[in-house]
């Protein structure tokens, strides 16, 4: 009987005594990525068993270890979102553009990108920084998401709640809160900041916290 990708996977990785991120390293790709391909949550292309099968036949020289900093994924991008004044509704799953994001911010379904402008949620976030959200209409208090107004204008701010609504903050203090009206969209889980040849990131997919 022939074996599923995700076991044949698996048995490679245990008879080489790998962990899944030494493994996830020779193959090139992120931890998280691997993860979801041995256990079953997605299936990698072709080439990968193969290369899996080459690195259990000691050829491992073709498919050199590429650094997790290299690996980029592309995501949907809805192009601005305003810390501050808020600015028009994009449909990320309508979008005709795409913008590359380290993969363990784009590698979950339901991930999308924008470019920070306005000065609201300084110094957390600044213009031009390249943020990735989870998308979800579940309110979720603490962390910073994307706001889609009843007039469908979007804006960047922190959720939370004065005991009687709910209501959205912002970090810089010059800015005052204001009132949730409209819904959630998505909780902000990924920025990338490029600051000259410099580049950071900072990455959580429980939601980020100011």
Known sequence: MELSVAKELRQIR???????????GKLGVAETRYHNWE??????????????????????????????????I??????QVAASTPVDWTDPFEAQEFEYVPTEMGDAKGRFSARVVGLSMVPLLIPGDLVVFQSTNIPKLGVVVLHRSNENQVTVKELKHDGERFILSSVNSSFPDVPAEGLVIGHLVGIVREQGSRVTTEYDSQGIRP
């Open 14 to 24: 245990e008879s080489l005594r790998y962990t899944m991120r030494e493994f996830a």
């Open 74 to 79: 592309q995501v949907p991008y809805i192009g």
């Open 39 to 72: 256990y079953g949550k997605s299936t990698p292309k072709s080439d990968i068993l193969a290369r899996a099968r080459a690195i259990a036949n000691g050829d491992d020289l073709t498919y050199p270890t590429i650094p997790a900093a290299e690996l980029k």
